[in-house]
């Protein structure tokens, strides 16, 4: 198994510009998110998606989108790239317990740099 | 929602001395407490975890426990030695969601 693969390792952008962040995982895990770590701030859960078809926003959502298609992708679409989206993302997936709960062991892949000039 | 407060923010210890990092939580739905250890350039692995059915949970030279009715959980790491140098993380999970503290910067000094 692969685990959770995260694609490019590094992105340069110019402001305004789009571009999407993509994630993987192939331990048919529903649990999907996407953090950003910033220094000082720790990881800040951006959107996140209990299962194909279904996503919600979490603590910083604006000026991201997501869409979960297949269980197996979660890409991440940044609209309009702002220098503040500078960051590292990391996305991460889990298993899904019975009442809707997330598992307990979070699988992060190994991050996006992202530098917005 | 959830908040998670991490102190202290950095913390450098004498290689064989205990370290601790002290976490407070919010939220009393969260019913469950990792710790995650991040290296330099790498992604947070997780490193020892606790239910808030449980006070006290040990692995070799780490351990965690939880206080639910002050909100407070805490690392405790014994006999460091230098590849325990890097940033730790706690956390707090609510039913859909994780919340980290900030990060503690763990040195440990040869």
């Known amino acids: 198994n692969a685990g959770v693969t995260q694609t490019p390792k590094f992105q340069v952008l110019k402001t305004g510009q789009s571009m999407t962040l993509q994630c993987a995982q192939d331990m048919n895990h529903e649990y999907m998110s996407w953090y950003r770590q910033d220094p000082g701030m720790g990881l800040r859960l951006i959107h996140y998606s209990v299962g194909a078809g279904i996503t919600d926003q979490g603590e910083v959502p604006n000026g991201y989108n997501v869409s979960r298609s297949t269980t197996e992708d979660f890409p991440l679409r940044l609209l309009s790239a702002a220098p503040s989206q500078t960051s590292v993302y990391f996305c991460?997936?889990?298993?899904?317990?019975?009442?809707?709960?997330?598992?307990?062991?979070?699988?992060f892949g190994p991050g996006t740099r992202l530098l917005v000039l | 929602g959830e908040n998670v407060e991490q102190h202290p923010s950095t913390l450098s210890v004498q290689e064989g001395d205990s370290a601790v990092i002290k976490c407070t939580y919010s939220d009393s739905a969260s019913n469950y407490f990792p710790w995650y250890k991040q290296e330099l350039g790498k992604r947070p692995q997780l490193i020892i975890d606790?239910?808030?059915?449980?006070g006290e949970k040990k692995d070799q030279r780490i351990a965690v426990t939880l206080n639910k009715t002050a909100k407070h959980f805490s690392l405790h790491i014994t006999e460091t030695q230098p590849e325990d140098s890097a940033v730790y993380f706690c956390?707090?999970?609510?039913?859909?969601?994780?919340?980290f503290g900030a990060g503690t910067t763990v040195t440990v000094r040869a």
């Open positions: 991460a997936s889990s298993s899904h317990l019975a009442g809707g709960r997330i598992g307990e062991t979070q699988y």
């Open positions: 956390a707090a999970r609510t039913p859909y969601k994780l919340s």
């Open positions: 606790i239910r808030s059915n449980v």
